[in-house]
């Protein structure tokens, strides 16, 4: 299993990224893929959920700003982050969770004016 991360930028506060985590290894259409971030001094936190079929779930803290989606064809996940405020500042991690949870080495958002 191989997941790369990428599109983390420095970004003013509401503004908006795209990230994209490349995944390979393993049959990627047939698995649930989650989105999880970690901010400086703090755990893991899931912030996006999709299932192999397409259904999504989010937390509060993330509802209607963030967006989850994954082209199943080019084995990609991405997440769409919209409103970003200072709070979302945090390493971004795509993550496979199996009996085994996997994650890439992860990407750098950082939201700050």
């Known amino acids: 299993v191989q997941l790369v991360e990428s599109g983390g930028d420095l970004v003013q506060p509401g503004g908006s990224l795209r990230l994209s985590c490349a995944a390979s290894g393993f049959t990627f259409s047939s698995y649930a893929m989650n989105w999880v971030r970690q901010a400086p001094g703090k755990g893991l936190e899931r912030v996006a959920t999709i299932t192999g079929g397409g259904v999504t779930s989010y937390p509060d803290s993330v509802k209607g700003r963030f967006t989850i989606s994954r082209d199943n064809a080019k084995n990609t996940l991405y997440l769409q982050m919209n409103s970003l405020s200072p709070d979302d500042t945090a390493v971004y991690y795509c993550?496979?969770?199996?009996?085994?949870?996997?994650r890439g080495q992860g990407t750098q958002v950082t939201v700050s004016s």
């Open positions: 993550e496979l969770p199996l009996s085994s949870t996997y």
